[in-house]
């Protein structure tokens, strides 16, 4: 059972979480991968309900249930490419960031792939779920 709904009791700092969302929208960085980061930070956290808002936001998008049915088992599964991966490395590393950070050889990985634009605003995005992830799960959404 939910606790009590942010967004009434704090509008402004909601309407500043989806101004977040819609610079994101924006951003360099594809609609379906940006729902693939979603969901994995998502399963780290043990969001419930930000699993299933943005599992459905993939399939709708055109993401395969195939894929999303081994996302929590990326690094054994041969589904994702190399600049995926490296995207959910950096995934896993920002969001569980008292492990060790984003490390140098995930930071270089990526950088393969990625332009310093599109991983800034990958921490963005990470950065932006983890705290919808914080508050749905305090809430008890």
């Not at 951003?27 to 379906?32: F, G, N």
């Not at 994702?80 to 008292?98: G, H, K, N, Y």
């Not at 990526?110 to 990958?122: G, W």
């Amino acid at each position: 059972m939910s606790r009590f709904n942010i967004q009434q009791l704090q509008p402004d700092a909601y309407a500043a979480m989806f101004a977040l969302e819609k610079y994101l929208a924006t951003s360099l960085i594809s609609p379906v991968i940006q729902e693939l980061v979603r969901i994995r930070a998502s399963q780290i956290n043990g969001c419930h309900f930000c699993i299933g808002m943005h599992t459905n936001s993939a399939l709708k998008q055109g993401e395969t249930e195939q894929r999303l049915s081994e996302l929590a088992t990326w690094k054994e599964s041969s589904l994702f490419s190399e600049r995926e991966q490296a995207i959910l490395a950096v995934t896993e590393e920002v969001t569980l960031i008292t492990d060790q950070g984003l490390s140098e050889e995930t930071y270089q990985l990526v950088k393969q792939f990625s332009s310093t634009a599109e991983i800034a605003q990958l921490i963005m995005l990470i950065s932006t779920i983890n705290a919808w992830n914080r508050m749905a799960i305090s809430m008890r959404a």
